[in-house]
């Protein structure tokens, strides 16, 4: 057999022994362990891999995204003044490092974003997004082990840290963050299983998670509280950019209360999602989730669409308009919706920009998104927000963002 074929064999088998090892210790170990330092130390094991293989054998890519830009709010509070009224804030925003590298059938990519808050600057506010490893075995199974998006509808996980290439000016409010209002599970630390296969030009394929529990009020990034387990999972037909989408999930978890009791709450969740995505073109996404508490037997959900459709064809030159409506909305008594309705005021008052937070709500906006160049786009855009039995909210909002490209093979 030929050195270079029996180095490269050799190299596989590594790889592959290395995921498998893999799965088999955070599957049974997870529950009570660090994982981003787990998944940092394997990750520093698979350098000598990387250096040891040609570097035309490597694939990958690294990204820089940005955005800076100013609101007018019509209400929001001001600490240091000690008042409320509207206020102008000009903000950082996010900038975010995305980078992936594969070799063969092995993966990895790592997203470190930088935020702006009111408590903590950007420099100290940095943290893994997404983190992990993965190893395709076949089309219909790859195995991804680490921090990833939650399998919820088409926007997040295709357009959540790449603000510049997004066709409105701010997400709508049930795709944001658990710390941000949303109520859909965003960030998933645990097992991810996909496949997906061609007949035609159509593509199905499906996404299942094994993750931490509720990032509400059972675990973070870094600890899994209650040791619960979320069950994540979503059918999918693809034709080039356009999805249709069935979102399913199971998220138990106890809310703590003042006299050192819980509440048991067991969200079912359900979804679906539409997608006509022409960048040339038209750009319509529509998404609707319901989450029923099966214990108190309430529910509660939210939904959006967004519409943007090109109207001037000059090379990269891409001028958008475009619409944006969402909605949330639960019944009185659902403990995971109140709860997180207590404390929208701090999520207004932590991030200023974001939106209202977790509140009964209609939403309204439009604007304009131009695009300078497919590395850099200039939004002016405005947010209204019908609060139910509260101070409706609006922002005029100008916003600048960038997509650099630092290195791609």
Do not use: C
Not at 1 to 9: D, S, T, V, W, Y
Not at 142 to 149: D, N, V
Request: no cysteine; charged share 25%.
């Amino acid at each position: 057999m030929p050195e270079k074929i029996k180095n490269k064999e050799e190299e596989t088998e590594k790889v592959e022994k290395f995921a498998i090892s893999s799965v088999s210790f955070l599957f049974f170990k997870s529950s009570n362990r660090i994982l981003r330092q787990i998944l940092l130390i394997t990750s520093i094991s698979l350098i000598p891999l990387s250096v040891s293989v040609k570097a035309e054998e490597l694939k990958g890519y690294m990204y820089l995204y940005g955005e800076v830009g100013a609101d007018y709010i019509s209400d929001v509070d001001i600490p240091s003044l000690n008042k409320r009224g509207g206020n102008i804030v000009f903000s950082l925003g996010t900038f975010d490092i995305l980078a992936k590298i594969s070799y063969g059938k092995a993966e990895g990519l790592i997203e470190i974003p930088m935020i702006s808050t009111v408590e903590l600057p950007i420099w100290i506010n940095l943290w893994f997004e997404r983190y992990y490893v993965g190893y395709n075995f076949h089309e219909l199974f790859s195995l991804k082990i680490g921090g990833t998006f939650g399998a919820m509808g088409y926007l997040s996980r295709n357009w959540h840290r790449g603000y510049y290439l997004m066709p409105t000016i701010r997400r709508p409010v049930v795709t944001n963050g658990e710390d941000e209002g949303g109520i859909l599970p965003l960030y998933a630390t645990g097992i991810e299983a996909s496949g997906e296969t061609s007949i035609g030009e159509f593509r199905p394929g499906y996404i299942f998670q094994v993750i931490n529990g509720n990032y509400h009020f059972g675990s973070d990034d870094l600890l899994d509280y209650d040791r619960e387990r979320t069950f994540l999972g979503k059918i999918y037909i693809r034709r080039y950019l356009e999805e249709i989408g069935i979102s399913l999930g199971y998220d138990p978890f106890r809310i703590t209360t003042e006299d050192g009791g819980s509440i048991y709450v067991q969200n079912f969740i359900a979804g679906l999602n539409l997608s006509y995505i022409k960048l040339d073109g038209l750009i319509g996404i529509a998404q609707g989730f319901i989450i029923r508490d099966l214990k108190s037997k309430t529910q509660g959900g939210g939904g959006f669409l967004i519409l943007s459709y090109r109207i001037l064809d000059i090379e990269d030159f891409d001028f958008r308009p475009f619409l944006q409506f969402g909605f949330m909305d639960w019944q009185d008594g659902n403990p995971f919706f109140e709860e997180l309705n207590k404390i929208a005021w701090y999520v207004r008052k932590k991030y200023v920009n974001i939106g209202p937070g977790t509140v009964k709500h209609l939403e309204y906006a439009g604007g304009i998104r131009i695009g300078i160049t497919p590395y850099f786009a200039f939004k002016i855009g405005f947010n209204y927000y019908d609060i139910k039995n509260e101070k409706d909210l609006y922002y005029i909002s100008v916003r600048a963002g960038w997509g650099i490209p630092v290195f791609e093979r």
